[in-house]
């Protein structure tokens, strides 16, 4: 059963999902768009601890993100440079190539706390120049399997035919 969608969300009452992945990967998040009826506007409560970030180093080829910081203090790397960042910026990551790539991370002594919002694509490529990697993703809404989601890197490239049937 749908939830109706809610024309005020408070964010003290958002149910946040703590998780961590490594040394360096740690958070309290939630996604809420759809809370609000929001289909094609992503939006993210996020909270970091201090010396840690949410997510690597990336790029979006498609969807454009915003971030709003509500507290604490930080570093925002974006392309080659990096930013301090502190209650009340506004981060701009526009969608492009390795030159908008960005990265939250907490460099300070409380929790970082932000908003994050993003155009919501039905299909997007994302690149993580620290690492090599990229992502394929997509969301088709109601097909079967509703979501087709690749993880890889080009240095394992297929070439087109492989496999096929005849080639």
């Known amino acids: 059963m749908a939830t109706e969608p809610k024309a005020v969300i408070n964010t003290a009452d958002l149910k946040l999902d703590h998780w ?14 759809a809370l609000l009826g929001l289909a094609g506007l992503g939006i ?3 909270e970091v601890p201090p010396g840690k970030s949410s997510c690597p180093f990336h790029n979006h080829h498609v969807e454009d993100e915003l971030f709003y910081v509500i507290s604490g203090a930080g570093e925002y790397r974006f392309g080659d ?9 506004v981060l701009g990551a526009p969608a492009g190539g390795p ?14 706390v932000y908003l994050g919002i993003s155009t919501m694509a039905k299909t997007e490529i994302v690149e993580y120049p620290d690492s ?3 992502l394929a993703k997509t969301n088709r ?14 240095e394992s490239d297929l070439d087109y035919w492989d496999g096929e049937p005849g080639a």
């Open 81 to 89: 440079e990096r930013h301090a960042i502190k209650a009340g910026d």
């Open 141 to 154: 809404d109601g097909a079967k399997p509703g979501r087709f989601r690749h993880i890889g890197r080009p």
């Open 44 to 46: 993210s409560y996020n």
């Open 20 to 33: 961590k992945q490594g040394a360096f990967y740690e958070g309290a998040d939630t996604s809420f768009g």
């Open 132 to 134: 090599g990697k990229f």
């Open 99 to 112: 030159e908008t790539a960005h990265q939250i991370i907490n460099s300070g002594t409380a929790t970082l």
